[in-house]
């Protein structure tokens, strides 16, 4: 029998992924990715030889490779890594956030945003949802199957307001692996990971109150801040570091800060984890000035990392994080299952909850746990992490290919969505109208902030929205508009 090369054995027969695109990938990742500009490539013998692969197979792997800009073909030479290599290190800029802590307004710009992507169809790259081929959805089907066989319990009447025992229960086994420890009745069940932020804001503070935010933010958190009556105080955030903690300091001696709310483990929408060291020093800080933390940590599952990153929450030795999580972006946003590991009192949170919404339906709850019990989240949230991040590399390159010169983009560490910063004189609202007319949607900056203009030149777009394929016909539409 002949021996098999490593490079054959790494591919795989029974996966919806053709041949060509998994080799493709392996010579992205073995020999693209080390390859000086302008330098030869293998040859299509090479290439066959070395996968065990007909010459066509290695012929399609190239031209997969040509349509994303990584390769070009010279006639009667052979392949090439094109002269002009993609810059990868240049991450976005930061820009001086607003000093003062101001009323928000953004809802109406969102409710814009969103009425516009409804009126034909898109390739929608604006929602941070994973397309469902990324989600453990035949897993989740077949346990909530097992659990419409119990009917009577899973319908019969009104979950507990706290949540589902059994739920609780698995959950806080789940985090105590991540070194939050806490009991079963700690954990508040919630609707999403929105429900648990507004819970956590409206037990730490009153309208009228400061509460500091990373600059830029995911929206929601702005939108709670709108309807709760409270003031944002913007702090710069480093797409590397997260929160810029001598600005918060500087700012903390000068006016009254009542509350912090970050999102520490895949940034939304700059995807950073947030060193170690920083989170203990952001704990410190806030301590000293009396000032409530709310980490919302809804990608701590789903970083790139072989190690468990560690959430404020498990470093916190003097009781004042509130932890907000939920499994909307890892299991299934449409369970609307999250939870709030109060700094506290959970008893007055869960008041809070009953006048919200009673409580959360108990299929969902009871199909979470169940995937927890029997290992189903676990294993898949690793695959997925490890998918998300080669569809962000991925659609990284693509961006810097088809987009200006001068163009900067995040290096998430964990997620699924890129951070854009396009060069002057571009804007992205005009951007968006445009590519909308192309049948194309991402999300302007200016949503990111309550300072009207601070992000007028950036843009989210979300890598794993849609098949890999329609992504990278997002990109190039969106680069047409220039
Ligand atoms: C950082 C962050 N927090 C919260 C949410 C909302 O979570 P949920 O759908 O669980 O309410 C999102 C969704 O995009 C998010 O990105």
């Known amino acids: 029998m002949r021996k098999q ?17 998994q080799v493709g990938r392996k010579l992205h990742e073995r020999v693209i990715q080390y390859a000086k500009p302008d330098q030869k490539l293998p040859s299509l013998r090479q290439v066959s030889e070395r996968f065990d692969i007909s010459l066509s197979t290695a012929q399609s792997a190239y031209q997969y490779l040509i349509d994303q800009g990584l390769v070009v073909v010279r006639p009667r030479s052979g392949y090439y890594l094109p002269k002009q290599v993609v810059p990868s290190t240049l991450q976005p800029q930061i820009p001086a956030a607003n000093p003062a802590a101001e009323r ?3 809802s109406e710009l969102m409710i814009h945003m969103l009425s516009l992507s409804r009126q034909k169809p898109v390739i929608n790259l604006g929602t941070a949802v994973p397309e469902p081929g990324l989600l453990p959805l035949e897993a989740l089907a077949k346990i909530q199957r097992q659990i419409s066989r119990k009917p009577q319990w899973a319908y019969g009447g009104y979950s507990p ?5 059994l739920l609780q229960q698995a959950l806080s086994q789940h985090l105590q692996q991540r070194e939050v420890h806490c009991t079963p009745e700690q954990l508040l069940i919630t609707n999403g ?21 990373e ?14 009556g409270l003031k944002a105080l913007e702090v710069p955030t480093s797409p590397e570091t997260g929160i810029d903690l001598d600005h918060l300091a500087s700012m903390m001696s000068a006016i009254r800060v009542d509350a912090c709310v970050v999102n520490p483990v895949g940034h939304n929408p700059l995807g950073f984890v947030m060193p170690e060291v920083q989170k203990k020093a952001l704990i410190e800080l806030c301590y000293r000035h ?7 940590v809804i990608y701590l599952d789903l970083s790139y990392t072989d190690y468990h990153v560690r959430s404020l929450r498990s470093l916190d030795t003097y009781g004042i994080v509130s932890q907000c999580g939920s499994f909307s972006k890892s299991l299934s946003p449409a369970l609307r299952v999250g939870w709030l590991l109060p700094a506290e009192d959970t008893h007055s949170a869960t008041a809070r909850k009953f006048l919200n919404n009673v409580s959360v339906s108990t299929p969902c709850q009871l199909s979470i746990a169940y995937m927890l019990e029997q290992g189903l989240y676990q294993k898949s949230v690793r695959k997925n992490a490890a998918q998300h991040k080669n569809r962000v590399h991925q659609t ?4 810097l290919r088809y987009f200006p010169e001068g163009t900067r983009v995040s290096l998430p560490q964990a997620g699924f969505v890129l951070w854009i910063e396009l060069p002057e004189p571009f804007k992205a609202i005009s951007l968006h109208e445009r590519a909308l007319e192309k049948g194309v949607m991402f999300l302007p900056g200016d949503v990111f902030s309550p300072t009207s203009d601070l992000y007028s030149r950036y843009l989210r777009i979300n890598c794993c929205a849609c098949p890999e394929e329609e992504v990278l016909e997002g990109i190039k539409r969106i680069g047409r508009c220039f």
């Open 5 to 21: 090369m490593p490079d054959q054995t790494d591919l795989q027969s029974h996966t919806p992924n053709p041949l060509y695109k």
């Open 104 to 106: 928000v307004n953004v």
């Open 161 to 165: 307001v706290g949540g589902e025992p």
């Open 193 to 213: 990971c929105t429900e648990a932020l507004r819970i956590a804001l409206g037990e730490c503070t009153r309208p009228g109150d400061v509460v500091a935010i």
């Open 215 to 228: 600059s830029p933010t995911y929206f929601t958190i702005l939108q709670q801040l709108e309807s709760l």
């Open 290 to 296: 009396g000032t409530r933390l709310i980490e919302d």
């Open 396 to 399: 990284r390159e693509w961006v």
